[in-house]
C-alpha cells in the first residue's frame, strides 16, 4: 500500500512537472522576438524590466524518477516573463515587498547573485526609505563570494558613509576587487578624483572676456543690420531707375517712329537716356558694394562672435528661428543683387533687347522683393526674447536674459539675490482679458508692458506667465529661475590624445550605438541641434570607429524601447554598446529621478517619459560587455568616479596590455551627461550644442584606444569654458551608473586603422 502512495505521489510529480515545463521551457531568440513584436504604443510596458518569478523545471534523477525544481528568480522584461512562464509585479507597481518575495528566498540560500540584487532591493527603497545597514550587509555577503557588483556597491556605500562608517581606503580596497586588478599585479587609479582641481585665474578672465565679447556682438549686429537696410534701400531705389529707364527707352522708340530723325525731341529724349544708363550703372554698382559689405559682415560675425552671439544668455529663445530667417533674407538680397545686375546690363546694352528675357527677369525680381519683404516683417515681428505656447496673446519677455536649454528655458542667478525682476510684453489683437504669474494677476499698460519682482525660492524658482483674451483664448510661458552654483570652476586634466597604441591581440568584441535627436515636439517648445548632433555622431562612429548603429530621429517612446529591446537580442557578451541622446529631458524634484522626454512626452503627464531608472535597469539586463550612456539632456541615478579604474600614468607596454585585458573582462556601465541634472544649453557649438560640439571634436581629434573617462576631462573643459563665454554655468558630469552592472572598467573607444 505504501508501495503504491509512493508511486502515486512520484506519478502525480512527474505529470505536474511535465505541465509546468511547457511553460518553463527555454526559449529561443525567434520567439521572444514574435512575443514583442508589434506592441502598440500602451503595451511599450511590456518591454521594461521586471523582477520575474520562473516556474520550476523538471528534472530526471537516475532512468526512473522525475522531479519539479524550485522557482527560479531572474531579472527580464516583462514580455519576456510572460512568454516563459513567468510571475511579476509591473514595472511601475513593484515595490520593496513584492521584489524581496522574489529574491528573498534564493538570497537566503546562499546564491550571490540574489544576495546583490537584495542589496539593491533595500538601497533602493522601492517605496519605502532606504535600509543602507541592510543593504551593506547582503552586499558584503555576496562580495566575499567574489561577486564584482557587490564588492563595488560595498565600496560606493563606504566611500559615502552611507549605513556603514565613512572610510575611503576600504571603499578603494573593494573598487579595486571589483576592477580584478589585483591578480594583474596592477595599482587600482581611480578615473576620476573627488575633489577637481580649481584654476580660479582662468575662471575669472573667462568672465572678465563675457562682458566685452557681448559688447562687440551687439555692435555687430546693430552693424550688420544698418548695412542690411541700406543695402534695402538702395535695391528699391535701383528697381525705380530700372523702370524709369526702360519706360525713357520706350518713349524715345515711339518717338523716333512718328517724328523724324534729328529733331530736337528726340536729341533730349537720348541725352536723358544717356544720363539715366550712367545713373542706373551707378546704382548698380553701389547695390553690389553694399551687398558685398554685407556678405563680408556676416563672415565676421560668424568667424569672431559666433560663439558669443550664440552662448549669450541674451540670446533670444527664438534665437534659432531668428538665425534662419536672417540667412534666408540675406540670401534673397544677394540672390536679388546678382539677378538685378543682370537685367542692368540688358537694359543698358546697346544690343538688341529680349522682351521676353526682361519682363521674365522683371518679375522674378518683383517675387523676390515680395518675398525679402515678408522675410524682413516676420524677423522684425520675432519676439525678442521668449515666446509663450498657446492660441492666446503673444507673451514677449524682455528682461532678464533668458538661456535656450533642453527642458524649461532657464534665467540664472547670482548668489545674494533674493527677487529677480521680471519684465515683458503681451500682445492680444482682440484684447487682454487677464495676466497671471504664478496664479497671481499682475497690472499690464497701455502699451502691453508688464513688469513684477519675483521672490527666489532656493536653487530653483518656477515661474509661469499665463496670459488669456477676451475670446477666453491662453497662451503660458513657464521658466526656471536657477542659482548660480561653482561647478564651472572644475578644471581637469587633459588627456593625451596624440599618443598611439593599438590593443595587441586583445579582442574588444563588436560595438553598437543607438542615437536618438528629437527635435520637433508637440507638447515643449522645438530644439534647434539635437538632429544635426546625432546625424553627426552616428557618421562618426560609424565611418571612424566600426560602430554599428541606428539612427532614431524624432522618436517617440515606443520606438526609443522597442530599440533597445531589439539590440537586448542581438548583443552578445563580447560586445559593446553606446547609447546616445539629444533633446529634452525633465527632473522629478520629490525623487531626483531624471527622465528623457520622447516626442510623444505631455507636460505634466509623465506616462510617455522615459526615466532614467527604467532604462539603467534595462542595461543591466543586457549581455554586452561595455555600456555607456551619453546624454546631452539629464541623467540620475549614478556612482561616484572613482568607482572606475583609470589607466595609471607612465605604464609601460606590457602593463598596459595586462591592464586592457583586466578591463576587457570586467563589465562597464557608465554614463557621460552634458550637465548632470541641471538645465543645459540647446546651442553654443556653431550647428550643434556645446556639449555635442566638445564631444564630436573629441572623438574627431582622437587616434588612440581612448576610454571614456579621458574623454569626459576633454569635454568638460571645453563645455565649461564655452559656456562661461556666455555667461552661462554648464558642467559635464561623469560616473559609473548605479545598479546596472557595473564591475570597475570604463568604456573603450577604438578607432578603426
Known amino acids: 500500500m505504501a508501495t503504491q502512495r509512493v508511486l502515486n505521489r512520484t506519478l502525480a510529480l512527474a505529470i505536474g512537472g511535465i505541465l509546468m515545463s511547457a511553460c518553463a521551457r527555454d526559449v529561443s531568440q525567434e520567439e521572444m522576438a514574435k512575443a514583442t513584436e508589434g506592441y502598440i504604443v500602451a503595451d511599450t510596458s511590456k518591454l521594461f524590466v521586471v523582477d520575474c518569478l520562473l516556474p520550476g523545471q523538471v528534472r530526471k534523477l537516475g532512468s526512473q524518477m522525475t522531479y519539479l525544481s524550485a522557482r527560479r528568480p531572474i531579472r527580464t522584461t516583462a514580455a519576456d516573463c510572460e512568454v516563459r512562464g513567468g510571475e511579476y509585479v509591473a514595472y511601475d507597481r513593484a515595490n520593496y515587498a513584492s521584489a524581496l518575495n522574489i529574491w528573498l528566498p534564493k538570497a537566503q540560500e546562499g546564491d550571490a547573485a540574489a544576495q546583490l540584487y537584495v542589496g539593491e532591493i533595500f538601497e533602493k527603497g522601492l517605496g519605502t526609505p532606504a535600509d543602507y545597514k541592510a543593504a551593506a550587509q547582503w552586499y558584503e555577503k555576496a562580495a566575499n563570494q567574489g561577486n564584482s557588483q557587490a564588492q563595488l556597491n560595498l565600496g560606493h556605500l563606504y566611500e559615502k558613509g552611507l549605513g556603514v562608517t565613512e572610510d575611503k581606503e576600504t571603499a578603494l580596497r573593494w573598487y579595486r576587487k571589483s576592477a580584478g586588478l589585483e591578480d594583474a599585479g596592477i595599482q587600482f587609479a581611480p578615473a576620476v578624483n573627488a575633489q577637481a582641481i580649481a584654476n580660479s585665474e582662468e575662471l575669472a578672465t573667462l568672465r572678465s572676456e563675457v562682458a566685452e565679447s557681448r559688447r562687440e556682438a551687439e555692435q555687430l549686429r546693430e552693424q550688420l543690420q544698418s548695412t542690411r537696410q541700406q543695402t534695402l534701400d538702395q535695391q528699391e531705389s535701383l528697381r525705380k531707375a530700372q523702370d524709369e529707364l526702360e519706360a525713357l527707352r520706350n518713349k524715345l522708340q515711339q518717338q523716333k517712329s512718328t517724328t523724324p530723325g534729328g529733331s530736337s525731341d528726340i536729341e533730349s529724349l537720348e541725352k536723358q537716356l544717356r544720363e539715366k544708363e550712367s545713373q542706373l ?67 543698358t546694352s546697346q544690343d538688341k533687347l529680349d522682351r521676353n528675357q526682361i519682363d521674365l527677369r522683371k518679375q522674378a525680381l518683383q517675387q523676390q522683393a515680395k518675398e525679402i519683404a515678408a522675410l524682413k516683417e516676420k524677423l522684425q515681428q520675432q519676439s525678442s526674447n521668449v515666446v509663450a505656447s498657446g492660441n492666446g496673446p503673444n507673451i514677449e519677455l524682455l528682461e532678464p536674459a533668458v538661456t535656450v536649454t533642453r527642458g524649461i528655458p532657464s534665467i540664472q542667478f547670482g548668489l545674494g539675490e533674493s527677487s529677480k525682476r521680471i519684465v515683458g510684453k503681451i500682445d492680444a489683437a482682440t484684447g487682454l482679458s487677464r495676466l497671471l504669474l504664478n496664479d497671481k494677476a499682475i497690472k499690464v499698460d497701455a502699451n502691453g508692458r508688464f513688469e513684477t519682482d519675483v521672490s527666489l525660492k532656493g536653487d530653483e524658482t518656477l515661474v509661469r506667465i499665463v496670459a488669456t483674451d477676451k475670446r477666453n483664448q491662453s497662451s503660458d510661458l513657464s521658466l526656471r529661475l536657477l542659482a548660480s552654483g561653482n561647478a564651472a570652476e572644475e578644471v581637469f586634466p587633459s588627456s593625451n590624445s596624440s599618443e598611439i597604441k593599438r590593443s595587441g591581440d586583445i579582442q574588444f568584441g563588436k560595438f553598437y550605438a543607438i542615437i536618438i535627436g528629437n527635435n520637433e515636439y508637440g507638447a515643449y517648445p522645438s530644439l534647434k541641434t539635437p538632429i544635426a548632433d546625432a546625424k553627426s555622431l552616428e557618421l562618426l562612429l560609424r565611418e571612424r570607429y566600426g560602430f554599428k548603429t541606428k539612427l532614431l530621429i524624432n522618436a517617440n517612446r515606443h520606438t526609443i524601447m522597442s530599440a533597445f529591446n531589439e539590440l537586448n537580442q542581438k548583443l552578445t557578451e563580447q560586445d559593446n554598446l553606446l547609447v546616445y541622446y539629444a533633446g529634452h529631458g525633465e527632473i522629478d524634484k520629490k525623487s531626483q529621478t531624471a527622465y528623457w522626454l520622447p516626442v510623444d512626452s505631455e507636460t505634466g503627464n509623465s506616462a510617455n517619459w522615459i526615466s532614467s531608472q527604467s532604462i539603467t535597469e534595462f542595461l543591466s539586463i543586457m549581455p554586452a560587455k561595455h555600456i555607456m550612456v551619453v546624454a546631452d539632456s539629464c541623467y540620475s541615478g549614478a556612482l561616484t568616479g572613482s568607482a572606475v579604474a583609470k589607466l595609471p600614468e607612465g605604464m609601460d607596454d606590457a602593463k598596459r596590455e595586462r591592464w586592457l585585458k583586466a578591463m576587457n573582462s570586467r563589465k562597464a556601465r557608465t554614463v557621460l551627461t552634458s550637465g548632470g541634472v541641471k538645465p543645459v544649453m540647446d546651442q553654443g557649438g556653431g550647428d550643434h550644442s556645446v556639449f555635442a560640439n566638445a564631444f564630436l571634436k573629441v572623438l574627431r581629434g582622437n587616434k588612440r584606444i581612448i576610454e571614456d573617462y579621458d574623454i569626459f576631462r576633454d569635454v568638460a573643459n571645453q563645455v565649461r569654458a564655452s559656456a562661461a563665454r556666455g555667461g552661462f554655468e554648464q558642467m559635464p558630469q561623469y560616473a559609473p551608473l548605479q545598479h546596472a552592472g557595473h564591475e570597475g572598467s570604463p568604456f573603450f573607444f577604438v578607432p578603426e586603422v
Do not use: C, F, H
Not at 563680408?296 to 528661428?321: F, I, N
Open 281 to 347: 550703372k551707378d546704382q548698380q554698382a553701389k547695390l553690389g558694394s553694399l551687398t558685398q559689405s554685407l556678405s563680408q559682415e556676416r563672415q565676421r560675425m560668424k568667424r569672431e562672435l559666433e560663439a558669443a552671439r550664440q552662448q549669450s544668455p541674451s540670446a533670444k529663445a527664438v534665437e534659432s528661428k531668428t538665425n534662419d530667417i536672417e540667412n534666408k533674407l540675406n540670401e534673397k538680397i544677394e540672390t536679388y543683387q546678382k539677378q538685378s545686375a543682370e537685367l542692368t546690363g540688358w537694359l
